[in-house]
T-cell receptor, first 116, second 113 residues
Framework: GAGVSQSPSNKVTEKGKDVELRCDPISGHTALYWYRQSLGQGLEFLIYFQGNSAPDKSGLPSDRFSAERTGGSVSTLTIQRTQQEDSAVYLC??????????????FGDGTRLSIL | SQQGEEDPQALSIQEGENATMNCSYKTSINNLQWYRQNSGRGLVHLILIRSNEREKHSGRLRVTLDTSKKSSSLLITASRAADTASYFCATQRSGGSNYKLTFGKGTLLTVNP
């Protein structure tokens, strides 16, 4: 079975442009997470989706960031009016259930975003 | 924000030696997990230890957890060059929002052939 798939693997864009990052979780995984990894801040939680429940968006750093998950599967993370501080690796993970069941999270290889 | 710290930040050893990495955290937890990250790749789950467990083994990996000290250690025995990677501990807290992983800053392990 395929793992978590993210696209694009690399994205270079100019400051002020919008970007869209995609995540395909492992089939059957109901929980999906986005994290951001940067040199200054390390690994940070961004957003969590579980089934049809309202997502936990508490980790999104600003209102320029949004995410959706369509049909309980594929997720897209959108960053509007990108800034240089948005440069980071954006990692997606999925798991069978949420953390209460002590399930490990399975990560994709990430999208490396560079804002010029 | 980071949950805690790993130490050392970097560790360089010879193939065949053992590597020990430590992790501290701040809140009450459901479990603590260790992940490995090779350069340019995503995180690979290594092992999960629950808050009511004190030690766990998986192959060449041994993890301990001391909830009274809010600390954990990861021991890799008989290291190989292929073990070269960054290692992160991550916790899932008890109580609300317990699905989030909160990561340490990682230990960069280099195993020299």
């Amino acid at each position: 079975g395929a793992g978590v798939s993210q696209s694009p693997s690399n994205k270079v864009t100019e400051k002020g442009k919008d970007v869209e990052l995609r995540c395909d979780p492992i089939s059957g995984h109901t929980a999906l997470y986005w994290y951001r990894q940067s040199l200054g801040q390390g690994l940070e939680f961004l957003i969590y989706f579980q089934g049809n429940s309202a997502p936990d968006k508490s980790g999104l750093p600003s209102d320029r960031f949004s995410a959706e998950r369509t049909g309980g599967s594929v997720s897209t993370l959108t960053i509007q009016r990108t800034q240089q501080e948005d440069s980071a690796v954006y990692l997606c993970a999925s798991s069978l259930h949420s953390g209460v069941n002590n399930q490990p999270q399975h990560f994709g290889d990430g999208t490396r975003l560079s804002i010029l | 924000s980071q949950q805690g710290e790993e130490d050392p930040q970097a560790l360089s050893i010879q193939e065949g030696e053992n590597a020990t990495m430590n992790c501290s955290y701040k809140t009450s937890i459901n479990n603590l997990q260790w992940y490995r990250q090779n350069s340019g790749r995503g995180l690979v789950h290594l092992i999960l230890i629950r808050s009511n467990e004190r030690e766990k083994h998986s192959g060449r990996l041994r993890v301990t957890l001391d909830t009274s000290k809010k600390s954990s250690s990861l021991l890799i025995t008989a290291s190989r060059a292929a073990d070269t990677a960054s290692y992160f501990c991550a916790t899932q807290r008890s109580g609300g929002s317990n699905y989030k992983l909160t990561f340490g800053k990682g230990t960069l392990l280099t195993v020299n052939p």
